[in-house]
């Protein structure tokens, strides 16, 4: 993780944030947040595969650690948006 991939991921939260309590009015935004944690757990699950997780916790304890869960956490909100997506273009279906 570069300075830049942290400050990104700080820049995708504060994007999560604003629409918030206005989610239901931009469903193709949810859409968009759900397509961009499947790029980063894709990413991950990719790295998983291909790499040797043990190396990385050779190296640094805390490394180890992020590096084994953080795309988990990246496939649950994947799923949590893409739910509310399909929720919000299925409501507009029934008005």
């Given at each position: ?10 820049i ?37 595969l ?14 180890g ?31």
């Amino acid at each position: 993780m570069s300075n830049f991939g942290i400050l990104m991921i700080f820049i995708w939260g504060l994007a999560y944030i604003s629409v918030s309590k206005k989610f239901h009015t931009v469903k193709w935004l949810v859409g968009i947040f759900a397509v961009e944690k499947f790029i980063y757990g894709y990413v991950w699950t990719n790295w998983i595969l291909n790499n040797n997780i043990s190396d990385v916790y050779d190296k640094d304890i805390k490394a180890g650690i992020f590096y084994s869960i953080y795309g988990i956490n990246d496939w649950v909100f994947f799923i949590f948006f893409l739910l509310v997506f399909v929720r919000l273009i299925k409501a507009k279906d029934d008005n």
